[in-house]
């Protein structure tokens, strides 16, 4: 009797997060929650510290109003990269063109840029978030059958362990032992 078993790993990481809040980034933008609900539904690419030459993936953004976040979901596709990304604290930094920027200002010295209708772009996967609330978690590691084995059928239930066993045995010529009865004879 020959056992073979037919697997194919894909080393994908499919990953989830919040990609911004409601605040003023590192780099003096402020998003607000209206610019923020632009993104809801919106798939976009997902690349490596703002290199659109390195796409590793995709993302689509959901914005949840009663927490005022926008969250992501996604497939690292690239398995360099996946291999970072369950190794490695990331963060996210969006990608996204304003119509229009306008400085506001409090005082003469402490301004920021506010960006209105935002186009969104990209998601960036990046070790200095321009927001640090930004998280990357990898939800799970796929396993995929490889279907290119007829005698098997997709879906069809291999598990019983009963009828594997006796197959084993009688390839083996052997018998099955019970530890609890011998110990009683003993």
């Not at 990209?122 to 998280?135: D, N």
């Not at 059958?145 to 239930?157: M, V, W």
């Amino acid at each position: 009797m020959q056992f073979e078993a037919f697997t194919q790993i894909s080393e994908k990481a499919k990953i989830s997060g919040v990609a911004l809040i409601p605040r003023i980034s590192r780099n003096n933008n402020l998003y607000t929650k209206a610019e923020l609900e632009r993104f809801d539904n919106v798939t976009v690419p997902l690349n490596m510290e703002h290199d659109p030459d390195k796409k590793i993936g995709r993302v689509t953004f959901h914005y949840n109003s009663d927490l005022e976040t926008l969250y992501y979901e996604g497939v690292v596709t690239d398995e360099a990269a996946a291999l970072l990304v369950r190794n490695k604290t990331l963060f996210t930094s969006i990608e996204a063109t304003p119509e229009e920027m306008k400085v506001v200002c409090n005082g003469d010295e402490d301004c920021f840029h506010m960006p209105f209708r935002l186009k969104p772009k990209g998601l960036a996967l990046t070790e200095t978030p321009g927001v640090p609330e930004t998280t990357v978690h990898v939800i799970e590691h796929y396993i995929k059958e490889c279907q290119h084995h007829n005698e098997h059928e997709h879906g069809a239930d291999y598990t019983n362990f009963n009828e594997f066993k006796k197959k084993i045995l009688n390839y083996l010529e052997a018998e099955e032992c019970s530890w609890g009865e011998n110990k009683k004879k003993n």
